[in-house]
């Protein structure tokens, strides 16, 4: 009896960052997330060698970045919280609030996916163009990086069954990379008599991967080639206002999802 009984104990004591730490741990040897950093690594380096300019190896790297980055956290997050599922049943078996379960899920999840990001792209990165410009793209990387696997921990409470939450999953990375960007210009041309100019930066708002994109282009010196709207954006982004407002809400992408994921799953009926 006292040799099943520890067990009990050590992990009815685990707080939020102990349960972090392990799947941190757990996940980091995950093949899958190895061949992720290498992939980032391999391209990082093909590109700043390639170029000349830093600044074109930035923008090339960037195009990547925005689409590989959002399908693999959303895809690899999804998969990882529903394979977990038979831990997750056991940690709500001991005396732990639901939230901290899963708070620390997503904590070790997340923490995983940046360190693989940091490390195949903020390392190239900073050797190659260790200036504001190089931080930028490594910031707007990470935290998109926290806001996909914010909405894959959202889509996965909202489906018990597997197949139905990485099909919500894909649906949201394929919304905000390629579908947004199609809407928005259709809205554009068909209301294009019309006075836009507040109503496009206040889209911008609605997707991170355009806050991503823009907050890039004006630190590459690219606006220039986005013709008037890009000069909106230059003035508006450009400002400390504009700035922050970028900031708190790629910061609401990231709380945003992961509140409201976390309010189902302390109702959710396991």
Not at 21 to 49: E, G, H, P, Q
Not at 57 to 62: F, I, P, Q, V
Not at 244 to 259: D, F, S, T
């Amino acid at each position: 009896m006292e040799a099943t009984a520890k067990p009990v104990a050590g992990i009815a004591d685990l707080p939020m960052l102990k349960i972090a730490k392990y799947v941190v741990y757990d996940i980091l040897r995950n093949k899958f997330v190895l061949a992720y950093l290498l992939f980032l690594v391999l391209v990082s380096m093909s590109f700043f060698n390639l170029e000349s300019d830093p600044a074109k190896g930035m923008m090339s790297l960037l195009n990547i970045i925005l689409i590989v980055l959002p399908l693999v956290s959303i895809v690899f997050a999804t998969i990882h919280l529903y394979n977990a599922y038979e831990f997750t049943e056991l940690m709500l078996a001991q005396p732990l609030r639901r939230s901290d379960i899963f708070l620390g899920q997503y904590l070790g999840v997340a923490v995983s996916l940046c360190i693989a990001f940091g490390v195949g792209v903020g390392i190239p990165v900073l050797l190659y163009e260790g200036t504001l410009r190089g931080a930028m793209l490594v910031g707007c990387g990470l935290l998109l990086t926290l806001a996909f696997v914010s909405m894959a921990f959202l889509a996965t409470v909202l489906s018990r069954d597997k197949a139905r939450g990485i099909g919500i999953a894909l649906l949201l990375w394929f919304f905000c990379t390629i579908l947004y960007d199609g809407l928005v210009l259709m809205g554009m041309f068909a209301f294009s008599d019309y006075p836009l100019e507040k109503i496009i930066i206040g889209m911008t708002f609605l997707n991170p991967v355009d806050l991503a994109r823009i907050a890039m282009l004006l630190q590459l010196d690219a606006a220039a080639l986005m013709g008037y709207t890009g000069a909106l954006f230059q003035h508006f982004f450009g400002s400390v206002l504009g700035g922050g407002l970028a900031v708190l809400a790629m910061l609401a992408w990231v709380a945003g999802p992961l509140w409201a994921a976390v309010r189902i799953f302390r109702k959710k009926d396991i």
